[in-house]
C-alpha cells in the first residue's frame, strides 16, 4: 500500500486496527531486509572505555590511514569479554594488568610481536615485563596509560567530618545518602570489607560465607549512591552539579572539572587509593589486517598520546619520552612520574579467578536487585 | 508474497527464539557451555530455600530470589504503566475520533512526532526534564516554590515509569482512535434520539464498541514494557532495575548466558500466560463479534 494513501485511509477510518497492525509489521520486517553497505577492506575493530575513542589518542594511525578504527565502548571489562565471546568481531581491546588475565584464559588474545612497534623500546623497563603485561613468556598487553582510583569530592560541599579524615567509609555512611555516587562494580564490597579494616589482598578474593557475610555491608554503598556510575561523563555532570558530593573516580574527572574552574578534590583515603595500568591487547577474533592493528597500538604508545594523557587527563603514559615532551607543571602536579614507585605508594589493583570474578558479580547484582 | 512474508517471519522471529530455548537448557561452566540437556536453569530460578528474602514486605523462600523478585516488580510497573496510558491516551483518540472534523491526517502526524526522534533521545530527554538541575527543579526553584532541587524525582521506579508512559502513549492512541472511528454515528444519533444523555451514550455504545481498541492498546504496553531495558537502566538508577536489565547482566556480566535464556523464557510464558488470562477475562472474542457486527 502507498504511504500517502495508507495515511490518508487510516485517517478517514477506513483501516481496520488489524490492517495498521500487519502493515507495521510488514514495514518492520521489510525494514530488516534491506541490504547492508558492505566495505573493500576490514576496518580495525577497537573496543574500548568510553571517552578513549577521540583521535587525538591515536594521531600517528588516523595520519597513516586517513581515519581511525571503528569503536565499540564499554563501561567495564566483563562487559566487553561477554561482547567478544558472543561473537564480536574487535580486532583491539584494551584491558587493564588485573583484567587481561580473563582474556587469556577465555583464549582471545594474540601474543604481540614487539619488533614491530616503534616506541617499545622507549617503553618504561618495569612495565614492559610487569605480571599482566607478560603472561606464559608471552606479551599480550602492550601497556599504554597508568593512573588512580580514588574519591573525588566538592570540599565546598561535603563538610568538615570528611575533610578532617578522608575516607572510603563515606560511601557506606548513612549521613551521606543520596549524596555520593559508586562505580557500578563489585569492587563496592571490596571496599566496604576494607573500611571495616580488612587488606585489599583478602578482600579481593573473598567468596563463600565471607562474601555473603559481606553483602549487606556493601549494600549500604548502593542504598547511598545516588547512582551507580558506568559512564564517566554522568559522574562528572552529578559532582559538578553538585547533585553528588563524592564519588569513586579516576583521574581524569578530577582533572576535567578543575579545568572546568570547579573545586573538586582527590582523597588520599585513610585505608589508601588504588593504582593501575592498562595498555592494549590484539584478540584473535578480529578480521583487519593485523598491520592495522600494530599501528593503532604504536600509536598510543607514542610519546604525543602520552603528551595528552599526562596534561588533559592527569594519567601516566608507559612511554618514558612522554612525560620529556609535556609540559612540566602537568608533570610536577602529578606528582611521581616513575610507574613503579607510582604503584608502590598506592594499592595495585589484582587479577581475581574467574570463578572468584563470577561470583563476586551475581553477589553484586543479586544487592542491587534488592534495592527498593 | 504472503508465503515469502511467512517464511520470513519464521526466519528472524522463530529461529532466534528456538536458539534461546535450547541455550537454556544447557549449563555454563566457566568458559564453556555443557551442551548435556538439563532442567537446572529452571530449576534455579525456584528452587526453595528455608531463608527469605524479603522484598517490599514480601517474603521469597527462594534461593536466588533475584528473578523472581524482579519480574515481580516488572510486571506492577508495567501495569501501572499500562493502565496510566490508557487513561491518558482515550481522551486523545476520542477527540481526535469525535472532535476533529478537518485535517485529520496532519492531526495524526502531529500525535506521531514524538517517534520521529530515537527512543533513546527521548529517554535521555526525560532524564534533562526529571534531573538534578533539570526543567522542573530549575522552573519550581526560579519560581520561590523550593529552594533546593527535589531528588526524588529520577533515579527510582517512577522515573522509569514516568518515561516509560510518554515513550508507549503514541502506540495505544492509534488503535484506541481507529476503534473510534468505527463506531457507527447512527448508533449515537439512535441512542440520543431515544434519550440518552451524553454520559449514558458514552457508557452504553462508545466505550463498548472502542473496547477492542482498548484491550490491543494495553498489550501494545503491556508487553513489550515488562521487559524494557534501556529506560530503566538510564532513568532507573539502582533502585530503579527490571528484569531486562537482570537479563542483560545475566548475559554480559555474569557470565551465564544459559540461565539468561532460560530468565526471558520464564518472562515470555509469564507474560503470555497473564495476557491470555486478561483476555479471556475480559471476553475478547465476544467483543469483537459485536463490535465487527
Known amino acids: 500500500m502507498q504511504r500517502i494513501k495508507f495515511i ?174 559508586m562505580l557500578d562494580d563489585p569492587l563496592v564490597i571490596i571496599i566496604g570489607q576494607m573500611v571495616k579494616g580488612m587488606n585489599f589482598k583478602e578482600a579481593n578474593l573473598i567468596t563463600g560465607e565471607k562474601l555473603q557475610a559481606a553483602k549487606d555491608f556493601g549494600a549500604k554503598a548502593v542504598k547511598n549512591s545516588r547512582f551507580l556510575w558506568a559512564d564517566a561523563t554522568e559522574l562528572q555532570q552529578g559532582l559538578a552539579s553538585g547533585e553528588i558530593v563524592a564519588a569513586y573516580a579516576w583521574n581524569d574527572t578530577v582533572k576535567n572539572l578543575l579545568a572546568e574552574g570547579i573545586d573538586v578534590k582527590y582523597a588520599k583515603p585513610k585505608e589508601g587509593y588504588f593504582t593501575w595500568f592498562c595498555g592494549m591487547t590484539i584478540l584473535n577474533s578480529g578480521k583487519a589486517d593485523p598491520a592495522l592493528a600494530y599501528d593503532f597500538i604504536d600509536a598510543w604508545l607514542s610519546p604525543e598520546t602520552g603528551k595528552l594523557l599526562i596534561e588533559d587527563s592527569g594519567y601516566g603514559h608507559a612511554n618514558m619520552k612522554s612525560f620529556e615532551i609535556s609540559d612540566p607543571e602537568a608533570v610536577k602536579a602529578m606528582g611521581i612520574i616513575d610507574p613503579v614507585e607510582h604503584m608502590k605508594s598506592a594499592i595495585l589493583f589484582e587479577p581475581q579467578p574467574s570463578p572468584v570474578v563470577n561470583e563476586q558479580q551475581r553477589v553484586w547484582e543479586e544487592i542491587k536487585a534488592l534495592k527498593l | ?29 566457566g568458559f564453556a557451555i555443557d551442551k548435556t540437556p538439563t532442567l537446572a536453569n529452571y530449576w534455579s530460578l525456584i528452587q526453595p530455600s528455608d531463608k527469605a528474602t524479603v522484598y517490599f514486605g514480601i517474603p521469597f523462600y527462594l534461593k536466588n530470589p533475584v528473578p523472581a523478585i524482579l519480574l515481580l516488580k516488572s510486571l506492577v510497573m508495567s501495569l501501572v504503566v499500562t493502565i496510566t496510558v490508557l487513561v ?138 515488562v521487559g524494557d531495558y534501556v529506560t530503566p537502566t538510564l532513568v532507573g538508577g539502582p533502585g530503579g532495575t527490571m528484569i531486562g536489565n537482570a537479563i542483560q547482566t545475566l548475559f554480559f556480566k555474569q557470565d551465564n548466558a544459559p540461565l539468561g535464556a532460560a530468565v526471558s523464557i520464564v518472562m515470555m510464558l509469564v507474560i503470555a500466560i497473564l495476557c491470555g488470562l486478561f483476555l479471556w477475562a475480559v471476553g475478547y472474542k465476544r467483543l469483537r463479534e459485536r463490535s465487527a457486527a
Open chain 1, 8 to 181: 490518508d485511509r487510516m485517517a478517514s477510518g477506513r483501516l481496520t486496527r488489524r490492517q495498521i497492525l500487519q502493515n507495521a509489521a510488514a514495514f518492520g520486517v521489510a525494514f530488516t531486509m534491506l541490504p547492508r553497505v558492505t566495505s573493500a577492506a576490514e576496518v580495525l575493530t577497537c573496543l574500548e572505555w568510553t571517552g578513549y575513542d577521540a583521535d587525538a589518542y591515536f594521531q600517528s594511525y588516523v595520519g597513516k590511514h586517513g581515519t581511525g578504527p571503528s569503536f565499540s565502548t564499554f563501561g567495564g571489562e566483563e562487559e566487553a569479554l561477554a561482547k567478544v565471546r558472543a561473537g564480536f568481531a574487535a580486532d583491539v581491546m584494551h584491558p587493564c594488568n588485573y583484567s587481561v588475565g580473563r582474556f587469556v584464559e577465555a583464549g582471545l588474545t594474540v601474543p604481540i610481536d614487539t619488533t614491530k612497534l616503534s616506541n617499545w623500546k622507549d617503553v618504561f623497563p618495569a612495565l614492559q615485563t610487569a605480571q599482566g603485561v607478560v603472561v606464559d613468556g608471552n606479551v599480550v598487553m602492550a601497556p599504554a596509560d597508568w593512573g588512580n582510583a580514588s574519591i573525588a569530592y566538592r570540599p565546598d560541599l561535603i563538610g568538615d567530618v570528611f575533610k578532617d579524615g578522608e575516607t572510603w567509609g563515606i560511601f557506606y555512611d548513612d549521613a551521606f545518602e543520596g549524596k555520593v555516587s
Open chain 2, 1 to 29: 508474497m504472503g508465503y515469502g512474508l511467512v517464511a520470513l517471519i519464521l526466519l528472524v522471529l522463530l529461529a532466534p527464539l528456538i536458539a534461546l530455548v535450547v541455550l537454556s537448557f544447557w549449563t555454563q561452566q
Open chain 2, 88 to 225: 491518558v491516551a482515550y481522551p486523545m483518540a476520542y477527540f481526535l475520533a469525535f472532535r476533529v472534523d478537518r485535517y485529520k491526517v496532519l492531526w495524526l502526524i502531529l500525535i506521531t512526532i514524538p517517534f520521529w526522534t530515537s527512543y533513546l533521545l527521548r529517554v535521555f530527554a526525560w532524564k534533562i526534564v526529571l534531573g538534578f538541575n533539570g526543567a522542573i527543579n530549575s522552573g519550581l526553584i526560579s519560581l520561590g516554590v523550593i529552594d533546593k532541587p527535589l531528588d526524588f524525582l529520577l533515579y527510582n521506579p517512577v522515573a522509569v515509569v514516568i518515561t516509560l508512559i510518554h515513550a508507549w502513549v503514541t502506540f495505544a492512541i492509534l488503535p484506541i482512535y481507529v476503534s473510534l472511528e468505527k463506531v457507527d454515528r447512527n448508533l449515537l444519533e439512535a441512542a440520543s434520539d431515544l434519550g440518552d444523555g451524553r454520559w449514558a451514550r458514552f457508557c452504553r455504545i462508545t466505550l463498548p464498541l472502542s473496547l477492542p481498541g482498548v484491550i490491543s492498546a494495553a498489550l501494545l504496553v503491556f508487553i513489550p514494557t
